[in-house]
């Protein structure tokens, strides 16, 4: 009897490693639903989930973009329209997010600009819908909070970038459309090569050494702060979170990250990174003259008694030279080097 018991406690044990072993594996992958890569000739949708873009000159700037990419382009109906009404504007922008993912010759969605207004959506989106019917879908800025809504409830994974409305360096073209177009994991991401090592236009700071590894989340820093306490907050525990944010004060930044602490965002970070923050200086303005510290002693008065791996400056959010980043992917962040390594494909 205890040799039987011995035995099946041994056969157990042998599974319960194995599953383990399984699981642990499983986790070096993301959970989530990856989209098709976008290829020539692909329709693409736009959409103004944010802030209107009535201007047709700027829309037809949104087609350049897409036809030097050789996308074709499906412009939302509420796209260039101003908004209206309240309640009329909301389900607008919301029937265009689900006509271009319910459209089957729609391959992928683009953001046209940010600017105010995509949580508006969060409790009116049909996440059923965008899980059903997965595609690329890219913003930045405002629709942070679309990002963590749908990473959470659609289990899809999304692209922290360029809309059609940004400058396009080549840094950004290159660093685009290997995010989009390529099916191979975007290796190792840096800021652009300096011409002025002297005076770097894009320094790198180190703030807490090291390297760690996990899911790529994160976004802009007021869209994460404006989510906490709702259903659509974002998961930071045992991921890498990257943050940025352009035109906050030193104030303004030091009351959301802690918030950010206070929330417990930090607590079981596997590491951080601060992107590029411009103009986040003081202004003419009281507050500012109650906190009397830059944007860098803000940062590290915050973040640098984190016992992770933390580092400021790499180039994506509000900057020309900007970076795609898939928003769930496996990556690995070294701070000392300043460098962010996607060891996952995004696309498939």
């Known amino acids: 009897m205890q040799r039987r018991n011995f035995l099946v406690g041994l056969g157990a044990a ?31 949708g736009l959409i103004t ?65 940010g600017g105010y207004a995509s949580m508006h959506l969060l409790d009116k989106i049909d996440y059923d819908l965008i899980r059903k019917k997965p595609k690329v879908f890219v913003g930045y800025s405002d629709i942070t909070a679309m990002h963590l809504a749908i990473n959470r409830y659609s289990r899809l994974l999304t692209f922290h970038g360029p809309m059609t409305l940004a400058t396009f360096t080549e840094y ?21 090569a300096e011409k002025n090592e002297m005076r770097p236009s894009h320094p790198i700071r180190t703030i807490r050494s090291g390297k760690a590894s996990g899911q790529l989340t994160g976004g802009n820093l007021t869209l994460i702060t404006a989510t906490l306490g709702t259903p659509y907050e974002i998961d930071t525990k045992g991921k890498i979170l990257f ?12 009351r959301m990250l802690t918030q950010m602490r206070l929330a417990g965002k930090f607590d079981n970070i596997a ?13 003419d303005y009281k507050p500012s003259l109650g906190l009397p510290y830059s944007l ?29 980043l898939p928003m769930g992917v496996m990556a690995t962040m070294d701070a000392d080097a300043g460098t962010l390594e996607i060891t996952e494909s995004a696309t498939v």
Request: hydrophobic share 35%.
């Open 14 to 44: 042998i599974t319960f490693s194995m599953m383990s072993e399984n699981f642990a594996g499983a986790s070096m992958q993301s959970n989530l639903i990856k989209p098709k890569a976008l290829k020539a000739g692909d329709t693409v």
């Open 49 to 113: 989930p944010a802030t209107y873009v009535p201007d047709p000159d700027r829309l037809a700037s949104a087609r350049r973009m897409l036809n030097y990419f050789g996308l074709k382009m499906r412009m939302g109906k509420a796209a260039g329209k101003r908004m209206g009404d309240y309640d009329i504007s909301i389900k607008e922008r919301v029937d265009d997010l689900h006509d271009m993912f319910r459209d089957p010759e729609i391959n992928g969605i683009i953001c046209v600009r």
């Open 172 to 192: 950004t073209h290159e660093n685009y459309k290997k995010a989009l177009f390529d099916t191979k994991p975007l290796g190792k991401l840096s800021n652009p």
């Open 243 to 254: 943050i940025e944010d352009i035109d906050e004060e030193p104030y303004s930044i030091d």
């Open 271 to 283: 590491g951080l990174i601060f992107g590029e923050c411009a103009n986040c200086t003081p202004k």
């Open 296 to 324: 860098g002693e803000v940062i590290d008065n915050i973040l640098g008694g984190l016992k992770v791996p933390v580092f400021y400056g790499m180039t994506f959010g509000h900057t020309d030279d900007q970076l795609t």
